[in-house]
Nanobody
Framework: QLVESGGDSVQAGGSLRLSCDASAYTYMPYCLAWFRQSPGKEREGVAYITSYATTRYADSVKGRFTISKDNAKNTLYLQMNFLKPEDTAMYYC?????????????????WGQGTQVTVSS
């Protein structure tokens, strides 16, 4: 069970940090990722982190977002800076077992309920 929190409404240029409680996910190795979905659009991968701490980002968020994991707390984070209106979406935490991670939706079989991020101009 993955549980996200931290979504909010902010102005463009602002920052937010999303959290995902992943304490119930104990597979090793793993892929933990953030996805987002706007109304009428497909769910898209934002960033992932592997159990070896390798990260990868979608081009649209490179240099602005940072994914990290606190292993002691089993919590996944997404630090989002310089937010833009186009970042507005429901953000989901997702997990998959295995070491070959990707930003493909089909790879992930555990999902949180989502947390809403709204960025106004």
């Amino acid at each position: 069970q993955l549980v996200e929190s931290g979504g909010d409404s902010v102005q463009a240029g602002g920052s937010l940090r999303l959290s995902c409680d992943a304490s119930a996910y104990t597979y090793m190795p793993y892929c933990l990722a953030w996805f987002r979905q706007s109304p009428g659009k497909e769910r898209e991968g934002v960033a992932y982190i592997t159990s070896y701490a390798t990260t990868r980002y979608a081009d649209s968020v490179k240099g602005r977002f940072t994914i990290s994991k606190d292993n002691a707390k089993n919590t996944l984070y997404l630090q989002m800076n310089f937010l833009k209106p186009e970042d507005t979406a429901m953000y989901y935490c997702a997990a998959a077992g295995g070491g070959a991670c990707s930003l493909n939706v089909w790879q992930y079989d555990d999902w949180g309920q989502g947390t809403q991020v709204t960025v106004s101009s």
